[in-house]
């Protein structure tokens, strides 16, 4: 488990070893296993096990007590509480604002196309994605006597971000939540009853899963397919919901990205553009527009449209894309690995953890509140300074 947590580099390995072989279970017949594509994919595994053997030791580095002393220092609590409220009022005023005038989600009959409305407004949003996690940091390490005040802080950022139906809203703070009761069980040499609690979190979060994609669906199967969830995915009736919406969420990609590899091809090379898309698209979208030709299969058929970040690296440079962005990958655990001395450097760890995890999805590094995540906790790290001690006369 320490390596699993503490290892980002092993972390990812294990992460994606264990969807390829839920994809090579192929478990619905919406999955043509391809031989070249599954090669591909561990060449691309192996060659970030390569560039990573220098840092596969890192989680006893990371787990020595002098090391985790500094993870939850927050040396001017004013100023981390102070963002706290900054970015919930942001993210608040940017829900009411995309609500009133674009509708939301949840409301919304058909649920399927989640409702985003203005792009821009919606990094806004995300911001309610900040005052979640960092809410419950006050909340754990008490840096206030108004801790009541970023409860309803932490609980109105939840509901707020709800209204999108977005599960992946709370990805982040799933793993804040879950490295930090680590840590604290680790310390306290508690790690049994940390996993028994943390089996019994992973099967509500799954059911919850299962039932928000329900959710989503309801009205489309029932009205337009006149079906089931297990029947549109081409799975058998045995399994239950929820382990179909998990199954086909997490491998679906790989179905994708193997169907564009084998089946398409890149017109023209964005040269690192969807790479570093975040700080280029504007650039980007006036050279090219907002997509390549490259497309999901299985969004025309069945509405799955992620496709891994595969797509995106071939599109960038070719059949070496993918390793340049291991490349990538990499170089951003290792500052985040150096950043981890206060609390801002922690949640720069955990940012690119979690960024790394929705590379089997899509293209996270184009993400742009993922992305925001990482820069703003990794500048607050490398400026957050211990206060110096005053000397004590006599």
């Not at 072989?21 to 096990?49: E, G, K, R, W």
């Not at 490295?179 to 996993?195: M, S």
């Not at 025309?300 to 990958?329: H, Q």
Request: hydrophobic fraction near 50%; aromatic fraction near 20%.
């Amino acid at each position: 488990m320490n390596i699993l947590l503490m290892n980002p580099y092993i972390q990812y390995l294990s992460f994606n070893l264990f969807v390829l072989f839920l994809y090579l279970l192929s478990l619905t017949n919406l999955y043509n296993i391809n031989i070249y594509f599954v090669a591909y994919f561990i060449s691309i595994l192996f060659f970030f096990c390569i560039i990573s053997l220098k840092f596969l030791n890192v989680h006893k580095i990371l787990l020595k007590p002098t090391s985790i002393e500094k993870y939850f220092k927050i040396y001017n609590t004013k100023t981390f509480n102070l963002f706290i409220i900054v970015f919930f009022i942001i993210g608040a005023v940017a829900t009411i604002y995309q609500v009133t005038t674009y509708g939301t989600t949840l409301f919304n009959e058909n649920k399927v196309d989640r409702i985003s409305g203005n792009h821009y407004v919606d990094y806004l949003v995300n911001m309610l994605q900040f005052s979640m996690c960092m809410s419950y940091v006050s909340i754990k390490f008490k840096t206030t006597s108004y801790l009541w005040f970023f409860r309803v802080i932490f609980v109105a950022s939840i509901f707020l971000l709800f209204l999108k139906l977005n599960r992946g809203a709370y990805s982040f703070m799933l793993i804040v939540y879950l490295y930090i009761t680590y840590i604290e069980a680790y310390k306290l040499q508690k790690k049994r009853r940390w996993l028994l609690k943390m089996g019994i979190i992973v099967v509500a979060f799954t059911m919850a899963f299962g039932i928000v994609g329900n959710i989503r669906l309801e009205y489309v199967l029932e009205n337009i397919y006149h079906t089931t969830v297990n029947a549109q995915y081409g799975m058998s009736e045995i399994y239950p919901s929820a382990f179909v919406w998990v199954y086909i969420y997490i491998t679906s990609p790989l179905e994708n990205a193997s169907q564009i590899l084998m089946n398409q091809e890149v017109w023209d090379y964005h040269l690192g553009f969807n790479l570093f898309y975040v700080f280029l698209a504007p650039i980007s979208k006036m050279i090219w527009g907002d997509h390549g030709n490259l497309f999901p299969p299985l969004d025309a058929t069945v509405g799955l449209n992620v496709s891994t970040f595969i797509p995106d690296a071939l599109v960038d440079f070719g059949i070496l894309g993918p390793y340049v962005y291991m490349i990538v990958l990499v170089l951003l655990y290792y500052v985040a690995i150096k950043s981890m001395k206060n609390i801002y450097g922690f949640l720069c760890f955990l940012a690119i953890v979690h960024n790394s995890l929705w590379l089997i999805f899509t293209n996270a590094f184009n993400i742009g509140p993922n992305m925001i995540m990482y820069i703003f906790f990794l500048f607050m790290s490398l400026t957050s300074k211990e206060p110096m001690k005053r000397e004590i006369k006599n």
